[in-house]
């Protein structure tokens, strides 16, 4: 599986059951960088895809409460608020979008990072940010 997720400077995700922040260039970017394969998430990061896009950019995009679960090996999962459902075990790539904002937050990225390796980076502007770094993760050989 192949996790995406958004984070502050700290690794913060959410703040008091909500988001911290959505950016449609990053909706957009995560989307044109899953590509033709699957992109699992739950009705809560949902909502915001579906607020400004046709439904037929949607073919990729798979909803359920249970999305971790049902995620094969080369699928992609849009993770916000489920966070602590996650296996570092069944990964095999990470992606990362850093908002490069300190926000304040109750839920964090607590996965840890020092058994992988960043493969790319990229930063691009945002809608709403001035910048956004998109970093790619790979685990390391044993």
Known sequence: MKLICCIDNHGGMMFNHRRQSQDREVRRDILTYVGSGVLWMNAYSFKQFCSEHSDTQYYQIHVAENFISKAG???YCFVENAIYLINELDLSEIVLYHWNRDYPSDVSFDL?????HIIHSKDFCGFSHKKITREVFKKNEI
Do not use: R
């Open 112 to 116: 840890n990072l020092c058994n992988w």
């Open 73 to 75: 090996p080369d699928d």
